[in-house]
């Protein structure tokens, strides 16, 4: 294996196994900033020691060696500074014996503890919002703090020092390692729930790299949802989240060629959409409903989901019903990304030019103005409307906006069409 695919191998590891690592070695050592560093620190050795010893057969349990080893120096250090650090590397030190055995049973997480765990301390009320986001973003789906300034369309050094405060805010708080009961949970469930769902979105339409989508980051977010759905079965916006993660992945089979190019929705064969996902997907929006209540914008979001899941055809889809969800979601909880969002089911519903209209009306948002969806959105409507040379400006000011090398490709191709069309 060349040096450029085991660095490829260890990003993919790192990927797939950064929060169950981070999450074994919080409630190891009872600090999540420590826990980060640790991981961290191992991540950096597998990148010394990988290239020239090559690829371990189960490097996630390599990482967790390697992270435990660290864990135990560093207590060791400390020991002389607090006696609790003392305990902590003895009951470290004697679970190594079998460094191999334990390692696979810390990653071996059935029902998500850990992982669960890690969100639910990162959500806790000690950190702003913002905070709590950002921290577990960066923990729980291995996220890079420009990826997630990008996904809050915010400048990525704030994020970094959110990022930074946060961990040292939990430490000095001492907050407890644990899922929090009662009125704790509610508590911290509005931001758990908005961390689940930008980590799915990470996967389902990558920020940055090569690939489309980071399938992991999906699975992981579906994982947690269906544990948290367990914890508060009650709660309307648990079951929404369900539902639309389910939906959403369904379509994951169609949206990508064989080569990884990506197939946008109105041409996907559906006939590859995963039925049964759909079903869970459709039972866990009705189960929201049943529970009653003001639409929250998980379950609007669901629905609106649910409507291109039951459309036999993209030209069957009822793109009046989901301008008039995406209107309600408006309401509930406002953004830009909404009412573009809102503008695309206008116009399949009205028209190109009633799209185009409220599009316009944002091209001076503040926040959208580096947003690459917005070109894009305005690009098609362009295109539609037979305005090829606005079009291609467009598409091609997009291209340069994405930080996606797939859709970066896609967006160029599309450059190329309309520039053709433009001079026939």
């Not at 309307?236 to 089979?253: C, D, H, I, N, Y």
Request: some cysteine; proline content about 4%.
């Amino acid at each position: 294996m060349s040096a450029t695919e085991t660095q490829r191998t260890i990003a993919a590891v790192w990927r797939i196994e950064s929060a169950r690592l981070i999450g074994s070695l919080a409630r190891q050592v009872r600090d999540v900033g420590l826990a980060e560093e640790l991981a961290q620190d191992a991540l950096v050795a597998a990148m010394e020691q990988w290239p020239q010893s090559g690829v371990p057969d189960n490097p996630g349990a390599w990482l967790m060696t390697t992270a435990r080893r660290r864990a135990i120096d560093a207590l060791r250090r400390d020991a002389l500074l607090a006696r609790k650090h003392v305990e902590l590397a003895h009951e470290l030190e004697s679970a190594f014996d079998d460094a191999h055995a334990m390692a696979d049973a810390a990653l071996d997480d059935p029902i998500g503890d850990d992982v669960l765990r890690l969100v639910f301390t990162a959500c806790h009320p000690v950190l702003p919002f913002d905070a709590r986001i950002a921290l577990t973003l960066r923990m729980l789906g291995g996220l890079t703090t420009e990826e997630i300034a990008r996904a809050y369309l915010v400048p990525e050094a704030t994020v970094a020092q959110r990022i930074v405060r946060a961990k040292r805010s939990l430490s000095d708080a001492q907050v407890p390692f644990e899922v929090p009961r009662g009125a704790e949970l509610a508590e911290r469930l509005d931001a758990v729930l908005e961390v689940i769902y930008l980590i799915f979105n990470e996967g389902y339409t990558a920020t940055a790299g090569g690939d489309w989508m980071r399938p992991q980051l999906c699975e992981e977010a579906q994982r947690l949802a269906r544990i948290v759905c367990g914890l508060m079965p009650r709660e309307a916006e648990v079951q929404g989240l369900a539902a639309l993660l389910e939906l959403q992945a369904s379509r994951a089979p169609a949206r990508t060629a064989a080569d990884g190019t990506p197939i946008l929705l109105a041409d996907q064969n559906r006939a590859r959409w995963d039925r049964l996902l759909i079903q869970r997907g459709l039972a866990a929006l009705e189960r929201a409903h049943t529970l009653g209540g003001r639409r929250g914008r998980y379950t609007l979001q669901a629905a609106i989901a649910a409507c291109h899941a039951r459309a036999p055809s993209a030209a069957a889809t009822d793109w009046r019903e989901i301008a008039a969800l995406y209107g309600e979601l408006g309401e509930v909880a406002p953004s830009p990304i909404v009412e573009l969002n809102r503008a695309v089911a206008v116009g399949m519903a009205d028209g190109a030019a009633a799209g185009l209209a409220v599009v316009d009306e944002l091209r001076e948002e503040p926040a959208l103005r580096q947003y690459h969806l917005l070109y894009t959105v305005r690009a098609d409507l362009l295109e539609r409307l037979g305005r090829h040379a606005e079009a291609e400006r467009e598409y091609r000011h997009a291209a340069g906006l994405t930080r996606n090398e797939r859709e970066r490709v896609l967006l160029d191709a599309h450059a190329e069409r309309t520039a053709a069309a433009a001079r026939a």
